[in-house]
């Protein structure tokens, strides 16, 4: 029998976090709440959690520092944020620094819980071994087993949703995926007609595994979305 996933929940309103440890508990998830950044820091020195629900605006530090200091030694753990501010820059700022999910407040108790239960669907399927690990296209090559992405025999470094966006590509080679598919395939659900981060995150990709190596792997198919196929040069 599978252990219950164990959620860190780090947010300052004690009523917002007594309702998601409510929810969580009765959903299954073992959870640990704390109501400041270096109350959970310290936590995280000696517990290993599955996914982390941080609040942007903590006291101590705040949540995105928190997801700064994580993503410097893990680059697994699925990391949500919660933010009261409707501002691009923090949800751009969070995901650029590695957290893989924003959520708005106020906010649907069940979005919630569906987001939660895609990134742990996630997490566990990117830690299980692939019988065909390799994904190839001309000189990109990704190792799905070690997460090793090498363009012309040279080693870059992804996020983790610049890997999965990758891979995606790459397992729908020559075919056109529009902003929508991308956006439920990579990141699990409806971004409600903000498919610009899509575009965001094909920017991220071309400056890591293109702009570098004079390649072109990725294509716009105007007023379709994108389509990977090898590069010509």
Not at 133 to 158: P, Y
Request: hydrophobic share 40%.
């Amino acid at each position: 029998m599978e252990r219950e996933s164990h959620i860190l929940v780090v947010e300052d309103e004690h009523r917002i976090a007594r309702v998601l440890q409510l929810e969580l508990t009765h959903e299954g998830y073992t959870t640990t709440v704390f109501h400041n950044g270096f109350d959970a820091w310290e936590a995280l020195q000696s517990q290993s959690f599955d996914l982390l629900l941080l609040d942007v605006m903590l006291p101590g530090l705040s949540g995105i520092e928190l997801v700064r200091r994580v993503r410097s030694r893990d680059d697994s753990t699925p990391i949500i944020m919660l933010t009261a501010r409707d501002a691009t820059v923090d949800k751009v700022t969070g995901l650029d620094l590695g957290a893989n999910d924003y959520m708005t407040k106020p906010f649907e108790i069940e979005e919630l819980l569906a987001r939660i239960r895609v990134s742990l669907r996630h997490a566990h399927l990117a830690a299980k071994p692939s019988s065909s690990s390799l994904l190839t296209a001309g000189s990109l090559r990704v190792d799905t087993a070690s997460h090793e992405v090498h363009v012309k025999g040279n080693e870059v470094s992804l996020t983790n949703r610049e890997y999965t966006l990758l891979c995606c590509l790459l397992e729908h080679q020559h075919q056109v995926l529009s902003r929508e598919q991308l956006l439920e395939r990579v990141w699990g659900y409806d971004f409600y007609g903000e498919t610009n981060i899509v575009d965001v995150y094909i920017r991220y990709l071309r400056n890591k595994i293109e702009k570098p190596f004079g390649s072109a792997f990725i294509h716009t198919v105007r007023g379709a979305g994108y389509m990977l196929k090898e590069s010509s040069s």
